[in-house]
């Protein structure tokens, strides 16, 4: 059995304003820079392979955190929200004639106007994640993130989330041949120098 740790990217400039990210390449901002620079991937996660998205904010991450440079995938780069990357998600959702929804009504199916519907982001994701050899580190998106969590939880985009996904964790999922097993909770980083 294989295990998967999933980390989020630290914040950027449009993240914070609440704009849709995609597949713009958006660098972090200095306080995730800073914030980032304090953190150290647990002990036991010191020697996995390293992974990342090859988008800056995931790469850099990757480096703040793990102190080494990732293996970049470009099955690991974010949902294609299409015609509405950089617009902000509050205005789409205000506009009922937008087709904006929230996660628990997509579906599998969903699409932004020109974008990727997650079944295509998990058909993109699912033959890099079962070629996995051993365990494994992922500095990626919150919508890689929950490709992976929603098919290890055995969740369809319908009703309530069963999982929430915070920055500065990681999420682990043990890979048993063609099975995602979610660990319960989260494992948190911990600060430089700690025990």
């Not at 914040?11 to 953190?39: F, V």
Request: proline share 8%.
């Amino acid at each position: 059995m294989i295990r998967l740790a999933l980390l989020r990217h630290g914040h950027t400039a449009w993240n914070r304003a609440g704009r849709i990210q995609g597949c713009s390449d958006i660098p972090l901002d200095d306080a995730a820079r800073a914030e980032l620079g304090s953190y150290t991937l647990p002990e036991d996660w010191r020697h996995a392979e390293l992974w990342s998205s090859p988008l800056m904010r995931a790469t850099e991450t990757a480096q703040l955190v793990a102190r080494r440079c990732p293996r970049t995938a470009p099955e690991l780069i974010e949902m294609n929200w299409g015609d509405w990357e950089g617009l902000y998600g509050l205005d789409l959702k205000a506009d009922p004639d937008s087709g904006f929804c929230d996660i628990e009504d997509w579906g599998w199916n969903y699409r932004p106007p020109g974008g990727e519907s997650p079944a295509e982001v998990w058909s993109r994701i699912e033959p890099w994640l079962y070629a996995l050899k051993r365990d494994a580190v992922a500095v990626c998106h919150i919508g890689i993130m929950r490709m992976i969590l929603a098919r290890a939880h055995g969740w369809d985009f319908d009703g309530p989330v069963p999982f929430r996904i915070k920055r500065n964790r990681l999420f682990v999922v043990e890979v048993d041949r063609q099975n995602l097993h979610p660990w319960p909770d989260p494992v948190r980083l911990p600060r430089k120098g700690s025990s």
